[in-house]
């Protein structure tokens, strides 16, 4: 039996066999003109031509398998040691981190020119020039996000991923908390003291401008009006009309209840309250949706023009947060809870809750609403409710 030679002598007689230079020599001899040519990395020939010349002998049956598992395992290890150095010579790679700061980067450059600002609540918004008008929206939205996301698009032709959005988001929101001046925000009416302004909430993002003098459309407000989810548009106004054409739209009793409708539209278009509650109230078959429909339309048409009773307070106030009408309808009877909370809304008042996804954050609803209500039966029945009919 021959004995197995040390692994240090195979190693050396590994890197002087090619696989190659054996093949034109019967005894196995190298081919000593190809050994200066041959990289220690291609160490897989020299194993091929050692093993298939092991595996001719009559060695195979000694001590040779155990040290061809060991040169196997030296080769492997000095093979991917040698690999990794070369694989990182030949190329940088970027991480992932990288690149997101980059895209992120790039998306806050994009937003420059979009002018930033916030509210009293600390919320933050961004006006942008759109088609030749100006549009509103709270940084972070649905339809901002779309905005930025197009103009990354047209830059780099490329989409930035949500990571790199998101940090871009925080940044644009740090600017208008931090930087940006303190506007007030509204949905369809706001105003001064010498004028009233209403949205038209159509795609120009026109208004009307209503003061002594009289009223007109203006194409780029200096107003930040809000467009939650649902506001619809109002037609284009236009002069000759007269308030004798709406009567026969109207079901009601007597023209006093007619003044009174008309007396609750005119209270509803100033830009701050107390407002009135207008309760209509009539047998099943009156029409009584259809006029509260028709009422607020004139005003403030939305695709939920009408709801059903709120199952608390929140729900309200929310619903406050986006119109300028709280319309609800089909009421049996309105609990005590409710009735405070529509003295609360119609004279001005606030509600705080735990804002979702954090600790001690609140949340604030505060404003002051026109508000609707219909049902069959008499709805106002305690003191401080019938005290704003």
Known sequence: ?????????????????????????KSGLPNNATLASKNPLDMREHVGGVFDLLSQSSARQSGFKGTRCIMDKQYKSSRTKAQTVQDRQNSTPRRESEKGDSQATTLVSLAASAEKFHDG????????????????WRIGSKAFKNWLQRKYWMATNTAPNSQALQDAIGVLRGQACYEGPLRETAVRISGTDDCIWIDLANEEWQAIRIDANGWQVVDNPDVTFLRPRGVLPLPTPVRGGSL????????????????????????????????????INGEQGSAKTTLCRIVRSLIDP???????????????MIAGSNGH??????LSKIPDWLSDALCRLSTGGGFGTRELFSDGEEKLFEGQRPVLL?????LCTRSDLCKRR
């Open 325 to 330: 009408i709280v319309a609800l309808e089909n």
């Open 121 to 136: 609540g600390g919320e933050a918004y961004a006006r942008i020039d759109q088609d030749g008008h100006r549009e509103v």
């Open 244 to 279: 004798d054409e709406l009567r026969e739209f109207i079901n009601v009793s007597d023209d006093a209840d007619f003044m009174l409708i008309i007396a609750w539209l005119v209270a509803a278009l100033r830009p701050r309250g107390p407002y009135p509650v207008l309760s």
């Open 374 to 378: 219909n049902g069959i039966t008499e």
């Open 1 to 25: 039996m021959i004995p197995a030679p040390p692994a240090a002598l195979l190693y050396s007689v590994v890197l002087c066999f090619p696989k190659d230079a054996i093949t034109d020599n």
């Open 302 to 316: 939305n695709k939920a023009g009408l709801r059903s009773a709120p199952k608390d307070e929140r729900d309200l």
